[in-house]
């Protein structure tokens, strides 16, 4: 699994302006409503669910918010870089400034959790952070976001 099939150029945010964990997550509700064609608010209701859970930021400035939803033909993934970063509750205390949504069909089972453990080892990668941080173009996002294992290698 790759980051390019989850994600699509309208799925990336390049200065999200938000300024809560809450706002962020609906402003990023928001923009999977249209890549997806899911209610605005069932993509919010599942994300914050998880989040009652516990937080989905792991550190280093970055959170990876995910829920399994109905009606769902694929898995989906969306970016967004903040303007500013925000208090997500991370594990190590330190606000978030980028964030990947990932989202599941009920049934997704392995395929989700091989998602997460993908984009989890994407962003572990400081020199992708590093990247993703000093741009604020959507399209370079995508095109850092979406190069391969091999050609960062290389």
Same mark, same amino acid.
């Given at each position: 699994m790759e980051i390019?099939?989850?994600?699509?150029p309208d799925g990336v945010d390049a200065d999200l302006k938000a300024?809560? /964990? /809450?706002q962020g997550l609906q402003d990023l509700a928001r923009r999977a409503a249209a890549v997806t064609g899911l209610h605005e608010r069932a993509v919010f209701d599942v994300l914050m669910e998880r989040e009652r859970l516990g937080t989905t930021g792991v550190g280093n400035g970055i959170a990876i918010p995910h829920g399994k939803l109905p009606n769902l033909d694929r898995l989906?993934?969306?970016?967004a870089r903040l303007e500013t970063p925000i208090d997500f509750q991370a594990i190590d205390e330190r606000?978030? &400034?980028l964030i990947f949504v990932l989202l599941a069909p009920e049934n997704a089972g392995a395929d989700h959790l091989k998602a997460l453990a993908r984009i989890s080892r994407l962003l572990r990668d400081q020199a992708v952070c590093d990247k993703l941080r000093g741009t &604020?173009?959507?399209e370079a996002l995508y095109a850092i976001l979406t190069e391969s +294992? +091999? &050609?960062r290698a290389a």
């Open positions: 390019h099939d989850l994600l699509v300024t809560s /964990k /809450k989906y993934g969306l970016f606000p978030v &400034d &604020d173009n959507a +294992e +091999e &050609d």
